[in-house]
């Protein structure tokens, strides 16, 4: 049997549409097989651009801004535009003390307030402006689309002096692995230090590409339990000489998508593979602090707005915000 190697690109697949569901109409007692016996995609990636030192100015604004190919999404998938995210719901607290090394605290405060997020012609992100002051970030793949680095830049330090300029984290890819390394580059006079290093970690993925173990340099881990809603139920940590408990408990959840959903870049960086919604969130390890969150949502069932209060008698109430760009 001969097989056939599509390369369909978006523009193609929009304008078959029309002329596919006309045919379908005007033979309504016919019946269409479609077989797609060898099938490919054409993935068109690009690289971004070497930035000279000194190149990212202040006020946010990021160079090189030309127009992007952002094709209209398919029906039912739709892209983050915008941020405001108080804290990661399935990251509640510090994990095991290594926060400083890979600093995850860093990298989530980029999604406190992650505004005008641009994407390549696959649906990528590639860069946002970020709320703290004068400072963006930048994504960038491989030839295979997968991440392998996200950056923040910040301001540059005056004239004469040395600060940190740009955050990293790092992703290199293996069967059912991933390795991540972060660290910074310093930045004097409009020259770019080399990479340092400040920690590393692995994660290993189950059969459907979820993590279900992050463990750190030190020997620190923590372990994901999923129901067979694919959720998340339960984290598991250990730290480096002690012995593993039960850290956090996940329920009550919905019949909506989890926004990390839209994007698989946005399950890496923050660690979220449900594919629904919780309600409560205990903190095992901590009194038994219960976390209760309730949503709002728009059209396609997606969260906008989340909204988390304590069980502890206060009545302290943290909202987070996203806004989505969706197919009519």
């Known amino acids: 049997m001969r097989k056939i190697l599509f390369f369909i690109t978006s523009e193609m697949t929009v304008l078959m549409f029309p002329l596919i569901q006309k045919k379908l109409i005007m ?5 269409l097989f479609i077989s797609c016996i060898g099938s490919g995609i054409l993935l068109v990636t690009s690289s971004c651009k070497k930035y000279l030192p000194g190149e990212w100015k202040a006020g946010a604004q990021l160079q090189n801004n030309e127009a992007l190919n952002t094709p209209k999404p398919p029906p039912g998938l739709c892209d983050i535009q915008s941020f405001q995210l108080a804290k990661n719901t399935f990251e509640i607290i510090p994990d095991n003390g290594v926060g400083e090394d890979l600093d995850f605290p860093k990298l989530i405060s980029a999604f406190r307030g992650m505004n005008g997020i641009q994407y390549d012609a696959q649906q990528n992100p590639v860069r946002a402006s970020l709320s703290f002051p004068d400072s963006v970030c930048q994504f960038t793949y491989d030839n295979k689309g997968s991440l392998v680095r996200f950056s923040i830049f910040v301001p540059a330090p005056p004239p004469g002096e040395t600060d940190k300029y740009e955050y990293f984290w790092k992703f290199y890819y293996a069967t059912a692995h991933i390795t991540i390394s972060a660290g910074y580059r310093l930045l004097t006079d409009g020259n770019l230090s080399d990479e340092y290093v400040t920690g590393t970690a692995d994660l290993y993925l189950d059969d459907i590409n979820r993590v279900i173990r992050r463990v750190n340099s030190d ?9 067979n809603k694919s959720d998340l139920i339960n984290i598991f940590s250990k730290s480096a000489t002690g012995i593993e408990g039960l850290r956090l408990q996940f329920a009550g959840y919905d019949n ?4 990390a959903k839209t994007n698989k870049v946005w399950q890496l960086l923050l660690n979220v593979y449900s594919d629904n919604n919780p309600r409560t969130v205990t903190e095992v390890q901590n009194n038994d602090i219960v976390h209760i969150y309730t949503y709002q949502y728009n059209s396609h069932d997606l ?3 989340i909204r988390e209060q304590y069980n502890d ?3 302290v109430m943290i909202e987070s915000l996203i806004q989505y760009s969706c197919p009519n």
């Open 303 to 305: 969260p906008t707005e």
């Open 27 to 31: 033979k309504k007692k016919s019946l």
């Open 256 to 259: 909506r998508q989890c926004f």
């Open 313 to 315: 008698g206060t009545n």
């Open 219 to 227: 020997g620190a881990y923590d372990r994901y339990e999923y129901n």
